[in-house]
């Protein structure tokens, strides 16, 4: 059994889905604060970055992260919100370098501010 992936990082929800019926074997909601200490925790554990989104609610800009573990053949999903009047994020682009894309275009279209 491996350790917690998420150990030591705060989660505000922590799912374990049914893999065939939503696409995912975990999935965590987490404080926008909190989004690189978890990034670092999915790159120890050799998952991949494979996209990221923005959606508008009412709430704020929820992001979504979508992640692959390619050993274990399990994807992971890590949401945030950011506020309406904040928008800020921090950057996991030093940890996944492929981010850097996905955070300008969330950037550009919803004028977030993801940190450096």
Same mark, same amino acid.
């Given at each position: 059994?491996?350790?917690?992936?998420?150990?030591?990082?705060?989660?505000? @929800?922590? *799912?374990?889905?049914?893999?065939? $019926? &939503? %696409?995912?074997?975990?999935?965590?909601?987490?404080?926008? !604060?909190? /989004? @690189?200490? *978890?990034?670092?925790?999915?790159? $120890? &554990? %050799?998952?991949?970055?494979?996209?990221?989104?923005?959606? !508008?609610? /009412?709430?704020?800009?929820?992001?979504?992260?979508?992640? &692959?573990?390619?050993?274990?053949?399990?994807?992971?999903?890590?949401?945030?919100?950011?506020?309406?009047?904040?928008?800020?994020?921090?950057?996991?682009?030093?940890?996944?370098?492929?981010?850097?894309?996905?955070?300008?275009?969330?950037?550009?279209?919803?004028?977030?501010?993801?940190?450096?």
């Amino acid at each position: 059994m491996e350790a917690d992936l998420f150990a030591g990082v705060t989660l505000l @929800l922590d *799912a374990h889905p049914l893999p065939p $019926a &939503a %696409g995912a074997a975990r999935s965590v909601f987490v404080p926008a !604060d909190a /989004v @690189l200490a *978890a990034a670092r925790r999915l790159d $120890a &554990a %050799g998952c991949h970055l494979e996209d990221l989104s923005g959606l !508008d609610c /009412v709430e704020g800009i929820l992001v979504t992260y979508h992640f &692959a573990r390619y050993e274990r053949n399990e994807r992971i999903v890590l949401r945030t919100l950011a506020s309406h009047e904040d928008g800020r994020v921090p950057s996991i682009a030093a940890v996944f370098g492929g981010a850097e894309w996905h955070e300008r275009e969330l950037h550009d279209f919803f004028r977030g501010d993801f940190r450096r």
